[in-house]
């Protein structure tokens, strides 16, 4: 999903899907690992400056999995709050690489909001801070719910596979 | 001693030095330095990648040029945006240096890639206490993009051979890529879940002791490594002098 909002240069990334997924099946390592390795296969197969967005995966896998414990991935309401409180972690985490180590270029859709932005007044970090705030609600409140929707298909011999993860999706203990 | 006679450096140590060369990079604060080094260690990355034998497909030269005009652009429009004048040259060469190291991290990584199989992270690894099933899931994950290349070329030529379009553009390249990749993604991470887990439920998943005849180390990595960090301490001892 990731790569198709990249190739069409839409101001939302769409990369995360996989990363929450993980969190709400197997908890924060697994996420953390799964949000680190798809930036370094990302890295490998399609950009090679990806790394540096490593942390911003990590940190994205461990709030998915935090919440994911706190049952924001039980209903669709939660999961959209989950969402939002994701896309704060992202924007916060993304905005000090965008800006020190691209100078606020990142040749995706969101670089005309950090211009417009930087055009209102705003020095470049807080430039980019809030075009991050701007585009990463919609992303991760569509993530959320893509990685609550496809948990929640899952069936319950599937779910037996990762301790936990029925109590995260269902409520249940 | 020939260039080819000296042993080939661990994969970790080249990252540490291509880690230590982009840190160093970064914290040259003045324009000019920064745009010199940036081409000089540029250079070195490509000389090894030519000396490795290695080659870099032009795909992903074409993509560095437009990813590095891109940041020279963007970073111009910002400061433009800003309040900064296009006349300004100190503006140009500030937009300069964030393109010149933006262009080493790209050069970097790409040269990385080139000169590191997957047969040496193997390697390397083997001979590590990391654990079994994390041994596992990154000797899978170097492998990964080879895997994938190599089954969509497969299947694009089998299809191309009974008659169909050969996906050209980026978009049809990008719907073609994900309805052929993503049931092999599937599998193969499938597969790789079900050995790791296999390890870690049988009890495989302990620290194994290895001899020192099999560590893949050499002495010309650990230079590598008390180079890669010099670099790094005096670039931070330079920055903190030349405030």
Redesign the interface.
């Known amino acids: 999903m990731g790569?198709?909002a990249s190739?069409?240069k839409l101001p939302i990334f769409l990369d995360s899907i996989g990363i929450t997924l993980a969190a709400i099946l197997a908890g924060p390592w697994v996420a953390i690992?799964v949000g680190v390795?798809t930036t370094?296969?990302g890295?490998?197969?399609f950009?090679?400056?990806l790394?540096?967005f490593s942390g911003t995966a990590a940190l994205i896998g461990l709030a998915s999995a935090l919440l994911a414990e706190r049952g924001f991935y039980v209903v669709w309401w939660k999961a959209i709050i989950a969402g939002l409180i994701i896309a704060i972690v992202a924007a916060a985490t993304s905005a000090p690489v965008s800006a020190?180590?691209?100078?606020?270029?990142t040749?995706g859709g969101v670089?005309a909001l950090?211009?417009l932005f930087?055009?209102a007044?705003n020095?470049?970090m807080k430039?980019v801070f809030l075009s991050g705030v701007s585009s990463e609600p919609v992303d991760k409140v569509i993530t959320s719910l893509a990685a609550w929707f496809l948990a929640r298909s899952l069936s319950r011999r599937t779910l037996a596979?990762f301790p936990g993860a029925e109590r995260r999706i269902r409520g249940t203990k | 001693m020939s260039l080819r006679a000296v042993p080939p450096l661990a994969p970790s140590s080249k990252l540490a030095l291509y880690l230590a060369a982009l840190i160093g990079l970064y914290l040259i604060r003045d324009p000019v330095v920064a745009t010199i080094a940036a081409l000089l260690l540029g250079g070195v990355a490509i000389a090894s990648v030519r000396i490795g034998g290695a080659t870099i497909p032009a795909i992903r030269w074409r993509a560095l040029a437009f990813f590095v005009g891109w940041v020279f652009v963007m970073r111009l429009a910002l400061d433009f945006a800003g309040g900064g004048s296009l006349r300004d040259s100190g503006m140009l060469w500030l937009a300069t240096r964030q393109a010149a190291r933006v262009a080493l991290l790209f050069v970097g990584a790409l040269s990385l890639i080139a000169t590191t199989p997957a047969r040496a992270v193997v390697e390397e690894l083997e001979s590590t206490r990391l654990p079994r099933s994390m041994r596992l899931l990154v000797m899978m994950l170097v492998q990964y993009p080879r895997v994938l290349r190599g089954r969509y070329e497969q299947i694009v030529e089998a299809q191309v051979a009974r008659g169909a379009d050969r996906p050209r553009t980026i978009i049809q390249r990008v719907s073609h890529g994900a309805r052929i990749l993503l049931p092999v993604m599937q599998s193969e991470l499938n597969a790789i879940g079900e050995r790791a887990g296999l390890i870690h439920l049988r009890g495989l998943d302990v620290d194994v002791v290895i001899p020192d005849s099999v560590r893949s180390r050499t002495a010309v990595d650990a230079l590598a490594l008390v180079f890669a960090g010099s670099v790094v301490v005096i670039a931070i001892i330079a920055r903190l002098i030349w405030r």
């Open positions: 790569w198709i190739a069409i690992a390795g370094l296969l890295t490998v197969l950009s090679p400056v790394w540096a020190v180590v691209f100078g606020g270029a040749a670089d950090t211009l930087r055009s007044g020095t470049l430039s596979w």
